[in-house]
């Protein structure tokens, strides 16, 4: 089986607002663990084995082209700006693993990461969601979309974005441990 990425390194530094100078043992396995991670969910296996397959091979068709240019880069490059967050705040080595930090700059507090993660999620389930709009309206193009030919094959998603959910609650109330009430 072929192992293509759908974006280059190239097209990552250009359209990111990551720098230019970040090497390409970073960038690389962060674009096929994307891969592997988001696009497989929405493609589905059957369409991402296809196209990774005509990518390899250089068959990719007009109608192909125009999906992973349009709708496939952006969203893909979303997934890797966001994990390229942990990516360079991280360092791994043989005595630990160490928070990045130099003389003119200081790495972010919590709370703005959490922000910058949740922002970089954001526009990527904005484009995921556009390319499963593009896929479903033109499905006719892309047969492998909605084929599945083994039982684990993966099912490409029907709907891109997520949240976390709701378990239930007290309404706002809270409950006084001592006193054995509850209130406002």
């Not at 709708?71 to 390229?84: D, H, N, Q, R, Y």
């Not at 490409?156 to 997520?162: K, R």
């Not at 809270?174 to 009430?181: A, E, I, L, M």
Request: charged share 20%; glycine share 6%.
């Amino acid at each position: 089986m072929a192992k293509s990425l759908f974006i280059s390194e190239d097209y990552v530094k250009t359209n990111s607002r990551l720098d230019e100078n970040i090497d390409i043992k970073l960038i690389v396995p962060t674009i096929a663990e994307m891969q592997d991670i988001y696009l497989v969910q929405y493609l589905g296996s059957s369409l991402f084995d296809d196209l990774d397959t005509k990518i390899a091979a250089g068959t990719t068709n007009a109608a192909e082209k125009t999906l992973l240019q349009d709708f496939i880069a952006p969203m893909l490059l979303k997934f890797v700006t966001m994990e390229m967050t942990n990516v360079l705040l991280f360092r791994y080595s043989n005595k630990n693993v160490s928070k990045k930090n130099s003389d003119n700059a200081s790495p972010i507090d919590d709370n703005n990461y959490t922000k910058l993660i949740s922002h970089h999620k954001d526009r990527a389930e904005y484009y995921g969601q556009r390319l499963i709009n593009y896929l479903c309206g033109n499905a006719s193009l892309f047969p492998a979309y909605c084929s599945t030919s083994n039982s684990w094959d993966i099912q490409p998603l029907t709907n891109s974005y997520t949240c976390g959910f709701y378990l239930g609650g007290s309404g706002g109330k809270r409950y006084n441990p001592n006193s054995g009430k509850w209130y406002l």
